[in-house]
């Protein structure tokens, strides 16, 4: 090729086609002094192309396809339905072909359940013809994957495919309409509310069981505790923890069951004085004598569900001569009547505090003799259904003259006259008084509790159906003791349930006995608990709790099961309460809908409004 230089040859390699001539013919090779020659000109030169040629006709076609181009815009419109109607052309083969398919079909249609459901639906009907009802299923059966077939909106054909949409009116859609009316579709659907994550809603249920109502975030120290109990398994050691924060670990850990022998170390230190665990279920002999080898100087002992202590570990305490002030103890049935004697006797003297509970294999009355003479410094005792003690103990516990705190609750009945003399023999120095499910008790008791008692700040008498009305005023009535702080009166009431109303003269606290409870111990009283006193009406609660009457101190009352309680009431509570912080009223089915201000947890009302008055006083109608 003559006249070629290497821009030429790069043109030619950017070109957009190539002609060759066949292989047989050679045009002859001309050389021309002083040009140089490459390798891709001897190529191209042996194959007779000519570059020049590939350009001309590369220009002509962009040229052509430039003037076309409009013409081409511009009847598209027009070329559409033409082409559309050539392709609707069917040659007399096809014809037949898709004649023999819809046959088919429509004879696949009849023998369907949808089929005969629309003709029995049908039947009687002048124009339910099988034929025609076959055929409109036909029309509207959706095509298969790989078949032909025109959007329902633009009418554009297109490809049938497993994920075609549907369009309004039961068509198929293409790509782009699909697309459209999906768009559509997210614009109509409302965000939907997310779900609460119910483990934190049971979490919160949980705090307002135990009165804890959170405000805001938690505190940095309630965080660090709670994740510390989350990992409780990877941590090897609580350090100098103050024993706040170690009590509160173990009531985290022993609701969740995770006192074992390995947690049980992490609250051992020998600088401690204090050992509290609420779940001892898990914990062995070996455990508990652990306990007071590691912390020799040990004086508070508080050990919940502790059924594997056995004689091996009073033994260990009197040996070691463990100085214990503090007890407390429960489900301890595997300790015997003879080692609980010896226990009273050899290390009694220094026992200010002793809490039993749950015994139904030892402590008799016998029992209780030898703790009555072995601890004549008990300033507190609580013996809570241990099964084997009566009148007798009553009598005993009597001699105990420097008692400041009893606290009973027997499983057998006892007499009323027992009760009586105790009361007289210890009432004087009490600061708290609980007698539970005393069920013989009778309006001597109390009268006893107005004449000997002037020191008491905490009373709670439940469960009774003999005393009267009468005499729950009689002794709130010019008694010589300060305002109580801590009043449970329970289920005090008459059984006759065939008489919701209750006898003429009330049985248990009523209405009366209410007023002078409240005018008594309003101004101190901090917690409150009148659940089923049902003769209580609804003049005397809206008498005391008006809105007017003021009990700044009152911070926690349990009126569950007082059915004459309304919404009005609960208000009322509010207004008069203000540093009020729980309120449980299971079974109070008049309160609905009722405003709960911030701060405070309304427990046992399911239909309550959750906390949407966040500042400011009540609002709303008393």
């Known amino acids: 090729m003559t006249g070629m230089g290497r821009d030429d040859e790069l043109q030619i390699i950017a070109s957009e086609g190539r002609e060759r001539t066949p292989r047989a013919f050679h045009a002859p090779t001309l050389t021309l002094c002083g040009a140089s020659q490459s390798a891709l000109t001897d190529f191209l030169a042996s194959n007779n192309i000519s570059a020049a040629q590939i350009r001309d006709d590369y220009e002509q076609r962009r040229q052509a396809a430039q003037q076309q181009a409009p013409q081409e815009a511009a009847g598209t419109e027009a070329a559409v339905p033409e082409a559309e109607e050539e392709e609707r052309i069917e040659t007399a083969e096809q014809k ?158 022993s609701r969740r069951r995770a006192i074992t022998p390995r947690t049980l170390d992490l609250f051992l230190r020998p600088d401690l004085d204090t050992v509290a665990l609420y779940d001892c279920g898990k914990l062995e002999v070996a455990d508990f004598i652990k306990i007071f080898s590691i912390i020799p100087k040990l004086e508070t002992l508080n050990l919940r569900q502790a059924g594997q202590i056995k004689d091996e570990v009073i033994d260990y305490i009197i040996e070691r001569r463990i100085p214990l002030k503090h007890l407390q103890l429960d489900a301890s049935n595997l300790v015997s009547d003879n080692k609980w004697r010896e226990f009273f006797k050899r290390r009694g003297l220094m026992l200010e505090t002793l809490k039993l509970s749950w015994l139904d294999y030892s402590m008799d009355d016998e029992t209780v003799m030898h703790l009555v003479l072995g601890c004549p410094n008990l300033k507190r005792l609580k013996m809570k259904k241990c099964f084997k003690v009566g009148d007798a103990s009553l009598e005993t516990i009597g001699q105990l003259k420097e008692l400041e705190h009893l606290s009973l609750r027997f499983i057998h009945p006892t007499s009323s006259a027992y009760i009586t003399g105790l009361i007289e023999a210890v009432g004087a120095k009490l600061h708290t008084l609980s007698l539970e499910k005393f069920e013989n008790a009778e309006d ?179």
Not at 184 to 213: C, F, H, W, Y
Not at 237 to 248: E, H, N, Q
């Open 96 to 253: 037949k072909k898709r004649k023999r398919q819809e046959d088919k079909a429509i004879a696949k249609i009849k023998q369907s359940k949808d089929f005969k459901r629309r003709k029995a639906y049908t039947e009687g009907d002048p124009d339910g013809d099988e034929d025609d009802i076959a055929w409109d299923m036909y029309a509207k059966s959706k095509p298969l994957p790989g078949q032909l077939e025109n959007c329902e909106i633009c009418d554009k054909r297109f490809t049938v495919t497993a994920y075609s949409k549907t369009g309004p009116d039961g068509g198929l859609l293409c790509a782009r309409c699909s697309k459209e009316q999906e768009a559509e579709k997210k614009k109509d659907i409302k965000p939907k509310k997310q779900a609460a994550n119910r483990a934190k809603q049971r979490q919160v249920q949980s705090d307002l069981l135990d009165g804890i109502v959170h405000n805001g975030s938690k505190s940095l120290q309630e965080i660090c505790v709670e994740k510390v109990a989350h990992y409780i398994h990877a941590v090897e050691d609580f350090g100098d923890l103050p024993p706040a924060l170690l009590d509160r670990l173990s009531q985290i850990l």
């Open 444 to 622: 001597s008791i109390l009268q006893t509790i107005h004449s000997s008692c002037h020191k008491l700040s905490k009373l709670r008498f439940t469960e009774n159906d003999y005393c009267t009305d009468a005499a729950f005023v009689a002794l709130f009535t010019d008694w010589a003791n300060p305002p109580l702080s801590f009043i449970d009166l329970n289920s005090n009431r008459d059984l006759d349930y065939t008489n919701p109303n209750g006898p003429d003269d009330p049985i248990g606290l009523a209405s009366a006995g209410f007023k002078a409870l409240i005018k008594h111990s309003g101004s101190l009283i901090e917690h409150l608990d009148i659940s089923s006193c049902r003769h209580i009406t609804h003049e005397a609660f809206a008498e005391v709790f008006d809105g007017v009457q003021q009990y700044p101190h009152l911070k926690d009352i349990n009126i569950s099961f007082l059915t004459r309680i309304d919404t009005t009431i609960l208000a009322g509570i509010f207004k008069s309460c203000p540093t009020m912080m729980k309120v449980t009223a299971f079974g109070c089915f008049n309160i609905k809908d009722a405003v709960v201000p911030a701060g405070f947890a309304l427990i046992g009302v399911p239909n309550a409004q959750d906390s949407i008055i966040q500042e400011g006083d009540f609002v709303g109608e008393l």
